[in-house]
């Protein structure tokens, strides 16, 4: 991570920082100087994303599950799967083509 921040890949350094947990390997003040260079900005940025990240996919489970509860809405999306007459055991559209001895 400090080879990041030298090189000025802030975004990069940032990601590992806050999803991976990696602290950086370099002396406080050379932190201190990134940070006022720009890290700072990309550490905020990316909590930020992670964040709404973290809204956005809890808000989708709650409306799965509301939709689930809720049921279907037309005649369509309530045989969408039909036990009886799947792929593999759909005898109707062989009828009559059967050999026989």
Known sequence: MGHLMDRGLYKQAA?????EGVLPNLPS???EHHMANGFKEAL???ATERDRRAQARMLQTG???LDT????????????YNGFRDELTDYS?????????
């Open 15 to 19: 990601y590992s920082y806050v999803l």
């Open 29 to 31: 003040e050379l932190v």
């Open 44 to 46: 905020v940025a990316v």
């Open 63 to 65: 409306w799965n599950a």
């Open 69 to 80: 509860l809720m049921g279907p809405t037309t005649s369509q999306e309530e045989e969408a």
């Open 93 to 101: 559209k062989y009828k009559g083509n059967w050999f026989s001895m």
